[in-house]
């Protein structure tokens, strides 16, 4: 099974052919990627209404339990067969694209051959999306609060002025 992603749109009028990407969802025979962009879903709710995009945020989400299920399946067995296993497949995703017409519109399927599909999947989707995804971060105390923190968990606050603004004349 060859890997490959899909884009999906949002449309951003009841009249016009125009759209949004919103998410992608990248299929490899290992795991499944799915990431939306809050940030799009909520402009699409300043452009057209909210009850639309709060579908949409909806149904993607309803899409990443969906692929979150099909992850922890691969993960046990380690090797998937792609005609039986699972809904993500290339078929399904036609099938998507030329009836799904309401909600979600989903893109073109695109081939591709990467390594690292982590890596992949995120460099992909910070490129189409024109954003950067958020790592987690963990935040390193500098020097000053570190020394401050040790000296006042010593017990040596009450024997010396530290933090204290009181300057001697």
């Known amino acids: ?19 949004l990407l919103v998410a992608l969802i990248m299929v490899t025979p290992q795991k499944i990627w799915i990431k939306y962009s ?7 709710s300043q452009v057209i209404n909210a009850e639309y995009s709060s579908l949409a945020k909806e149904v993607l989400d309803q899409i990443q339990i969906k692929a979150g299920e099909v992850n922890a399946v691969l993960a046990k067995t380690g090797e998937i067969q792609f005609n039986h296993s ?3 497949t290339t078929d399904y995703f036609e099938y998507l694209k030329k009836y799904s017409q309401n909600t ?29 995804t958020e790592l987690p971060r963990s935040v390193k105390p500098d020097f000053h609060n570190k020394i401050k923190k040790s000296l006042a968990e010593s017990g040596i606050d009450d024997k010396a002025d530290i933090g204290t603004e009181k300057v001697a004349e």
């Open 104 to 132: 979600l519109l989903f893109g073109n399927i695109e081939a591709f051959n990467f390594q690292n599909s982590a890596l992949s999947f995120e460099s992909l989707y910070e490129s189409l999306m024109n954003e950067k």
């Open 38 to 44: 809050q940030k799009r879903i909520q402009l699409t």
């Open 86 to 88: 699972h809904i993500f």
């Open 1 to 19: 099974m060859e890997s490959f992603f899909v884009p999906i749109f949002l449309k951003l009028g009841k009249l016009s052919e125009e759209k």
